[in-house]
């Protein structure tokens, strides 16, 4: 049987149309989607030229008042299936969601910030569900009533590339049968005053790709396509993709393009396809200097004359998480066109390899969709025509997770006292452990880590620490097969509301540059191939249980760059808004104390020196508002059952049950595990004494590693999400 991850069904939203066959025809007529539009917060307001989507979002009644991020996502994701021919309810199929995001809900959230700035403290408690990165996936899963996996990835302008590659990878190892990838992101005051204070936007007119090198125009949309094996789908099929790290910079990418560069290569390894038969490459073109200067230099070094190159954000704008799946649809339709969509500018320029403002006709076989990110983050996705030989990359290859070191800002109940406070305020019966150590490692550079936020400092120290614990010499390993793969339930709430408070204080144009970077989702995880030097595939993660998912998506790493290392990274923070929010969610203040928190493990493929071993890691999501108890006791009892059979250990073998049982809400997944444990004959380990929660930070898999009276032997770690879902680790203690 041919090994051939096909594209079945495609669906988007752009400035340039509703739906597919709208933005196609807008797309190769060359009409111009991005427009003047002026943008207000309180008294202030910034005029700016925007990809904006102007076409009315028909979405059910009951979405009428969801974010505008939401409602392309819906549509663009409905459009997909529909045209995959996907009946999802009635699918008897594993499905995979992979979405990519920057903003996910943070414009309501914003929103929400300001009123709880203001001392208006009624709100509904469904709109701090909305707020979250994840909410997106999560509603798309209960619209159509079904069980799934998925992972929301937001390594800012990279995310819905990381999603494609992720869908493939997890397809081609047998983790679904349909992996649904994509991503979304509409403008925001955070993202125009962000661009603005680092005077990367193109003030004057829309943006010119390759061109004037004056700075981009924002955009937003959404795009999602269908991944199936074997299944003909009229969109091709991807022959495989890749992710590095420059390891330079935090916003500039390194202008001789070795980053990008490798990515071409790691796909012409991958796919068997030499560069010099690739027909077609969607640059990440955004406009700016720094991006398109690297960009020309890195395509003259790797590709031949004959390859041909546009950016298509001169039509869309730049769409930051979308951007990637947005762009890898344009290949595909110039693939089915046998047209290469031109970059618009208001230049003209001698001919090259660069198609400005004119399409051309041209057979295209193979094309490369590139994307980059803050935090120094390439990708890349190869695809193909249909009558191309090539099949899709598999990794054959069998690794082994062994757990070299692992560090963490709490190891013992007298870190305590020493690296944290406990916080509590009048207007939330909840109280939380706020980190304060922030003494630089020796490990780290002094003004590299002056520069960086709270959130980023706590995640390098502990970062530190593992490497140093680990004995690993970083000058003797080659850092282009180190990875890092990072999770996170909340991102770096601190810096993210500093900005959006000044916004509303000082206006668009006064927020600070240097604060700004450090909002996206990767900037720690940026930081970190930073400070160390690390050049490998990096990725970001959020979820409410994000450790354990965090565990899945680093192995398919490990497996698909053929890594010998890599850092799995798990974060939380939160803030005095956080504390209203958790309430507000229902989480019971009694038992329930959040922690900022780090977890940090450096995982070896078969390494000699090892304290454990991560046999494996499972999750579901699902809508626990229409699920019973009984329900969700089923899947929680399945899901177990299914891990351990795979692994071949039998559930009387391990030497016990770990969670937190101090994570209390009023979500069902609490009462469940409780009645379930409760029936158990083998060790239960709730953490009572560790008295706090994470949130999805992963102390669970630390305490067993940290808790030296433990027996040797394999361990079940269970978390769960309050939005639905459960996740599952299986660790063995060595």
Not at 594 to 604: A, E, F, M, R
Not at 693 to 722: M, T, W
């Amino acid at each position: 049987m041919r090994n051939q991850v096909n594209i079945t069904g495609a669906g988007i939203v752009s400035s340039l149309g509703k739906n597919l066959e709208e933005h196609k025809k807008n797309l190769f007529s060359q009409t111009e989607g991005i427009k003047q539009k002026r943008f207000s917060n309180g008294k202030h307001e910034l005029d700016s030229y925007v990809g904006v989507v102007e076409s009315e979002l028909e979405v059910p009644e009951k979405y009428q008042q969801e974010t505008r991020n939401f409602k392309f996502a819906f549509l663009a994701f409905e459009e997909a299936i529909a045209s995959a021919n996907l009946q999802l309810e009635e699918e008897e199929k594993k499905i995979a969601i992979c979405l990519g995001t920057s903003l996910g809900g943070k414009v309501l959230g914003q929103e929400l910030l300001y009123s709880f700035e203001d001392n208006r403290l009624e709100m509904p408690r469904n709109l701090f569900k909305k707020r979250s990165l994840h909410y997106i996936a999560d509603e798309l899963i209960a619209f159509h009533r079904i069980k799934a996996s998925y992972y929301v990835i937001s390594t800012a302008c990279s995310a819905s590339n990381n999603a494609v590659i992720l869908g493939t990878q997890l397809l081609q190892d047998g983790k679904c049968d349909v992996a649904i990838c994509g991503g979304c992101d509409e403008l925001s005051d955070i993202s125009l005053a962000g661009f603005t204070s680092l005077g990367a936007i193109n003030k004057d007119f829309s943006c010119q790709p390759y061109s004037t090198g004056s700075g981009i125009s924002l955009g937003e949309g959404a795009g999602f396509i269908v991944l199936e094996k074997n299944k003909v789908g009229k969109y091709g099929k991807v022959l495989g993709g890749s992710i590095t790290s420059d390891a330079y910079h935090i916003t500039a990418p390194k202008a001789t393009g070795e980053g990008a560069g490798q990515i071409a290569l790691n796909l012409s390894e991958q796919s068997g396809v030499p560069l010099n038969k690739v027909d077609y490459i969607n640059g990440h073109g955004t406009g700016t200097r720094a991006n398109d200067g690297m960009e020309k230099a890195m395509i003259e070094k790797n590709f031949p004359l004959t390859v041909r190159v546009s950016s298509t954000k001169g039509q869309t704008g730049h769409t930051l998480g979308a951007a990637g799946i947005i762009e890898t649809i344009n290949c595909f339709l110039a693939i089915e066109e046998k047209t290469v969509p031109a970059t618009k500018t208001l230049v003209s320029y001698p001919e090259d390899c660069f198609v400005r403002n004119q399409n051309i006709p041209k057979d295209i076989s193979y094309a490369l969709n590139f994307s980059f990110a803050f935090g120094g983050n390439n990708s890349g996705v190869l695809l193909a025509s249909n009558d191309t030989p090539e099949e899709t990359f598999l990794a054959n290859e069998e690794i082994r997770m062994d757990i070299i070191s692992h560090a963490s800002t709490l190891e013992s109940l007298e870190d305590k006292n020493d690296r944290y406070e406990s916080i509590s305020k009048n207007f939330s019966k909840i109280t939380g452990l706020r980190y304060t150590d922030f003494s630089p490692s020796s490990k780290i550079n002094p003004a590299q880590y002056r520069r960086m936020d709270n959130f980023s400092k706590m995640i390098a120290g502990t970062v530190a620490k593992a490497i140093e614990r680990s004995g690993l010499d970083f000058r003797k390993i080659d850092l282009n097969k180190v990875g890092i793969l990072f999770t996170t339930s909340s991102g770096p709430l601190e810096v993210v509301e500093d900005i959006e408070k000044q916004i509303k204080s000082e206006g668009y144009n006064q927020v600070s540059a240097s604060k700004f970077p450090f909002t996206v989702m990767n900037a720690a995880a940026g930081m970190i191939s930073i400070l160390f030097k690390i050049k490998g595939p990096v990725s970001v993660i959020s979820s409410n249980v994000g450790f354990a998912d965090g565990i899945i998506y680093a192995e398919e790493m490990m497996k698909n760059e053929k890594l010998s290392h890599v850092l799995i990274v798990s974060a939380s923070q939160w803030t005095d808004f956080s504390l209203f929010a958790w309430e507000k969610l229902g989480y019971d203040p009694e038992k329930f104390k959040p922690s900022d928190y780090c977890s940090t493990l450096i995982v070896g493929n078969s390494s000699e020196k090892r304290e454990a071993r991560i046999m494996s890691a499972e999750q579901i999501k699902y809508d626990n508002n229409v699920r019973t108890h009984e329900e969700i006791k089923h899947d929680l009892i399945s899901l177990i059952e299914t891990e351990l059979s795979i692994k071949g250990v039998p559930f009387e073998e391990l030497k016990g049950v770990v969670w937190n049982a101090n994570k209390k809400t009023e979500e069902k997944e609490y009462d469940v595990f409780i009645d379930w444990l409760a029936a158990l004959d083998i060790p239960v380990y709730s953490l009572h004494e560790l008295d706090f929660s994470s949130d999805g930070a992963g102390e669970e898999l630390d305490y067993i590693l940290n808790k030296e009276d433990l027996k040797l032997g394999r361990y079940l770690i269970i978390s769960y999400s309050r939005f639905g879902g459960i996740s599952t680790v299986l660790l063995e203690k060595i």
